[in-house]
T-cell receptor, first 115, second 114 residues
Framework: AQKVTQAQTEISVVEKEDVTLDCVYETRDTTYYLFWYKQPPSGELVFLIRRNSFDEQNEISGRYSWNFQKSTSSFNFTITASQVVDSAVYFCALSAYNQGGKLIFGQGTELSVKP | GAGVSQTPSNKVTEKGKYVELRCDPISGHTALYWYRQSLGQGPEFLIYFQGTGAADDSGLPNDRFFAVRPEGSVSTLKIQRTERGDSAVYLC????????????FGNGTRLTVT
């Protein structure tokens, strides 16, 4: 069975701090996709990144970076120099390789960045 | 361009009533998905359409739930004999292709069954 676990329910930081959101997944598939989505208070889920299981290279996009480690089944997300606008609920998700839109979501981590 | 549009944004109904939730995907997106998000939880997959046909409805909780997409664009999620446990945010998403494109989500319809 597929499962995504985000053990951190809530995180609170002060602006400019770095913060890492943890994601651990379970799957029997050898090929799969991993995702991160952001859900601001408006409610719309915003796509941040997709990673396929073949590619373990870490990725950086501005203040965001992702660390994919197949050996520990983890796909962690780090925000550097956090800003108040980063406050949102962040979801990690998993899909089978041939079912790219059928996502299994974690429970989400609510990030609060205080000025 | 316009994103995924869902109407209504809020729906309050009495237990036992029938409701319809509408999703207007991004123009040209062939794949359409419905998810349900309960308070404090991640979204849960309900059904997805490739074109007009439901390619996977394995997430529908029971036969009170049904969805259609008759012309391959707009989709309607229908819930019969609503129950209080159906209260949630119903999210619609669309993508260009079935497998390789990220999902674009709408703002959702918040359904409250009293």
């Amino acid at each position: 069975a597929q499962k995504v676990t985000q053990a951190q329910t809530e995180i609170s930081v002060v602006e400019k701090e770095d913060v890492t959101l943890d994601c651990v997944y379970e799957t029997r598939d050898t090929t799969y996709y991993l995702f991160w989505y952001k859900q601001p208070p408006s409610g719309e889920l915003v796509f941040l990144i997709r990673r396929n299981s073949f590619d373990e290279q870490n990725e950086i996009s501005g203040r965001y970076s992702w660390n994919f480690q197949k050996s520990t089944s983890s796909f962690n997300f780090t925000i550097t120099a956090s800003q108040v606008v980063d406050s949102a609920v962040y979801f990690c998700a998993l899909s089978a390789y041939n079912q790219g839109g059928k996502l299994i979501f974690g429970q989400g981590t609510e990030l609060s960045v205080k000025p | 361009g316009a994103g995924v549009s869902q109407t209504p944004s809020n729906k309050v109904t009495e237990k036992g009533k029938y409701v319809e939730l509408r999703c207007d995907p991004i123009s040209g997106h062939t794949a359409l998905y419905w998810y349900r998000q309960s308070l404090g939880q991640g979204p849960e997959f309900l059904i997805y359409f490739q074109g007009t046909g439901a390619a996977d409805d394995s997430g529908l909780p029971n036969d009170r739930f049904f969805a259609v997409r008759p012309e391959g664009s707009v989709s309607t999620l229908k819930i019969q004999r609503t129950e209080r446990g159906d209260s949630a945010v119903y999210l619609c998403a669309s993508s260009l292709q079935q497998y390789n494109s990220p999902l674009h989500f709408g703002n959702g319809t918040r359904l409250t069954v009293t």
